[in-house]
Nanobody, 119 residues
């Protein structure tokens, strides 16, 4: 079992920056691939970024070059640095953890943190 707690959301003007954090507890953090997803009102939850246990990362096309995902295994925390924010980045951002064990995926979600980009 993994418990995930996000923080760092808020209101920011277009072009601004925010850094989201996700603190994990309850299991061996370094065993998990970590990711961020987001959900805008009336829309499905979409992939944003992912970082593997080996720290390789990939991003949705809509955030490439603007967002950076990183992890600190010593602190059991994954981060999402968001720069050059746009109004369309407004959403609830969710932290995700996945461990694959004997071909079975074990998925965990945080409660979400609101990001609002508006002038």
């Amino acid at each position: 079992q993994v418990q995930l707690v996000e923080s760092g959301g808020g209101l920011v003007q277009p072009g601004g920056s925010l850094r989201l954090s996700c603190a994990a507890s309850g299991s061996i953090f370094s065993d998990y691939a970590m990711g961020w997803y987001r959900q805008a009102p009336g829309k499905p939850r979409d992939f944003v970024a992912r970082i593997s246990s080996g720290s390789s990362s990939n991003y949705a096309d809509s955030v490439k070059g603007r967002f950076t995902i990183s992890r600190d295994n010593a602190k059991n925390t994954v981060y999402l640095q968001m720069n050059s924010l746009k109004p369309e980045d407004t959403a609830v951002y969710y932290c995700h953890a996945r461990k694959t064990y004997f071909l079975v995926d074990y998925d965990y979600w945080g409660q979400g943190t609101q990001v609002t980009v508006s002038s």
